[in-house]
């Protein structure tokens, strides 16, 4: 049992399983309660009716660079089920997930100061922003960490074959 466990090919079979359900999540996230809450701020303060729609697009756009940090994932969790963890390719698309992370910071700000210009901006929900924008900075710094540990184990690697 502890050797399927700690087989490259099971291990690439969970983290894909795992993008498969994150992806599932975010997708009826964005299909379903994310609408039903506009239409229930709509309903409930008037002043907010005219932004529903705009806040629907806007969260389901905004769910775009998170789309593409897994096609990212789904990639590193194949090679690592060939036994290619530690690649410049591996490295680079960590590296790209960093600047998915980074635009998602972008992303948001920018919502942030669109919605608030207009008002339409309640407490709570600056404080979703803000605690988003956090956590996107977090996810591209810690990406970003992760493909240079990548980058140098794939050098090392590669002198290591050479050497050989």
Partial sequence: MNKILQSRKCLAWMLKAVTLLAFAGVLFAGLVPVPQLAEHVAYFWPDYAN??????????????????????????????????????????????????ALAEVVYLLGGLVWFGAR??????????????????????????????????????KEEADLTI
Avoid: H, K
């Fill in 51 to 100: 932004f529903a729609t705009a806040a629907v697009i806007y969260v389901n756009l905004g769910f775009a660079p998170f789309y593409g940090a897994l096609v990212l994932a789904w990639q590193v969790f194949s090679a690592i089920g060939r036994d290619e963890s530690f690649t410049r390719a591996n490295a680079r698309r960590v590296r790209w997930a960093s600047w998915l």
């Fill in 119 to 156: 008002q339409a901006l309640a407490a709570v929900t600056v404080l979703a922003f803000l605690g988003l924008t956090l956590l996107g900075l977090a996810a591209a710094v810690l990406c970003y960490a992760l493909s240079v540990l990548i980058l140098q184990a794939a050098e090392m």
